[in-house]
T-cell receptor, first 115, second 109 residues
C-alpha cells in the first residue's frame, strides 16, 4: 500500500520567504508527527497531531513555524520568514494511533535550503 | 542531560563481526523502546521494538535494562548491508517518541 508521502522533495528558498511543506500520511493513521533533521544531527520533534485533539506544539522552535492537519489527514507545515538556520530535512511520520507505542512510518522528507 | 544518549561512533567492523550498541535514557517512566535504522539520506525505518524480556530477530538482539536505564542492540555476523545509522528511540511517557542522535555502523569487506 501507499506509504507516507511528502512534497516537495527539495525546496530552495530565499531568506525571508515563506514556505509550505506537505505531508500525506498513510490512510487510516490517526497520529501524525513532524520532525526536522539537520546535517549530522538527530531528529528534532516539532509537532504532533492525534485525531481531533489539540496538537502538541511543544517542539516548534519559534512562532514562525505552524502546522495544520485538515480533515484528520493531510498536514501542512508552514515556515514564515525563513532563516538560514531553518535549512534541514523536514520529516513527517504517521502511526496507527498516538501515544508513542506504535511504529512510526516516515515519509522521504523535504530537504529545505534557505539561501 | 539529553533524554536519550548514544555513542555516535562510527563503529568500523569487518564482515562477520559481532557489534553491540548501547543507549541510555533519562526518564525512568519511559514505557516503550525501539531501534530504528536510517540509511544515508533516507528516512528512518523501524528495525525492532525492545521488550522487557529481551527479544531477538534473526541476527539482531535487543535488550532492555530498566534498573540502569539502558537499551542495547547486538548484531551478529555483520553484513555489508548493515552499514547504516542506528537510532535508539524512547517513549518518554508524553505521547511522543524521543530519538537519539544515532550510532553509525560501517561494515567493511
Amino acid at each position: 500500500g501507499a506509504g507516507v508521502s511528502q512534497s516537495p522533495s527539495n525546496k530552495v528558498t530565499e531568506k525571508g520567504k515563506d514556505v509550505e511543506l506537505r505531508c500525506d500520511p498513510i490512510s487510516g493513521h490517526t497520529a501524525l508527527y513532524w520532525y526536522r533533521q539537520s546535517l549530522g544531527q538527530g531528529l528534532e520533534f516539532l509537532i504532533y497531531f492525534q485525531g481531533n485533539s489539540a496538537p502538541d506544539k511543544s517542539g516548534l522552535p519559534s512562532d514562525r513555524f505552524s502546522a495544520e492537519r485538515t480533515g484528520g489527514s493531510v498536514s501542512t507545515l508552514t515556515i514564515q520568514r525563513t532563516q538560514q538556520e531553518d535549512s534541514a530535512v523536514y520529516l513527517c511520520a504517521s502511526s496507527l494511533e498516538g501515544g508513542g507505542t506504535y511504529e512510526q512510518y516516515f515519509g522521504p522528507g523535504t530537504r529545505l535550503t534557505v539561501t | 542531560r539529553k533524554e536519550v544518549e548514544q555513542d555516535p561512533g562510527p563503529f568500523n567492523v569487518p564482515e562477520g563481526a559481532t557489534v553491540a550498541f548501547n543507549c541510555t535514557y533519562s526518564n525512568s517512566a519511559s514505557q516503550s523502546f525501539f531501534w530504528y535504522r536510517q540509511d544515508c539520506r533516507k528516512e528512518p525505518k523501524l528495525l525492532m521494538s525492545v521488550y522487557s524480556s529481551g527479544n531477538e530477530d534473526g541476527r539482531f538482539t535487543a535488550q532492555l535494562n530498566r534498573a540502569s536505564q539502558y537499551i542495547s542492540l547486538l548484531i551478529r555476523d555483520s553484513k555489508l548491508s548493515d552499514s547504516a545509522t542506528y537510532l535508539c528511540v524512547v517513549n518518554t511517557g508524553f505521547q511522543k517518541l524521543v530519538f537519539g542522535t544515532g550510532t553509525r555502523l560501517l561494515v567493511s569487506p
